[in-house]
């Protein structure tokens, strides 16, 4: 059996806990969609990037949409190896770095 003090204590922890909780998860949704709502208006107001054009992504620099690259652990022409493109894992493209991958500036 539990005290009676003990139990009240316990019971108060657990209502502040669970309305800190509860305060938490609601200014949470409310934060997203606070920045949704933002993120919607910035869309239709801003200009698009001038470097990707408005799509978010563009081909890759490194390899030129190739997806490999050449590489050789030494300088020797002879021993040239293709090698996954690091900057895009060998998808082709990359996010635009000066949007971010948004589309937009």
């Known amino acids: 059996m539990i005290p009676k003090p003990l139990r009240t204590l316990a019971t108060g922890a657990a209502i502040f806990l ?5 305060l938490n998860i609601t200014l949470s949704i409310a ?3 606070f920045r949704y709502a933002t993120e919607l208006k910035l869309r239709k107001d801003a200009l698009p990037c001038g ?3 408005g799509k978010g ?3 890759c620099k490194l390899c030129k949409g190739n997806a490999t690259i050449k590489w050789s652990p030494l300088y020797d022409p002879i021993a040239v190896n293709p090698c996954l493109c ?3 894992d060998g998808n082709r493209v990359q996010r ?3 949007c971010l991958g948004k589309g937009y500036s």
């Open 18 to 22: 669970g309305s800190v909780a509860a």
């Open 31 to 33: 934060i997203g969609g």
């Open 51 to 53: 470097v990707c054009r």
């Open 57 to 59: 992504y563009y081909i």
């Open 86 to 88: 690091p900057t895009c």
């Open 96 to 98: 635009c770095l000066n």
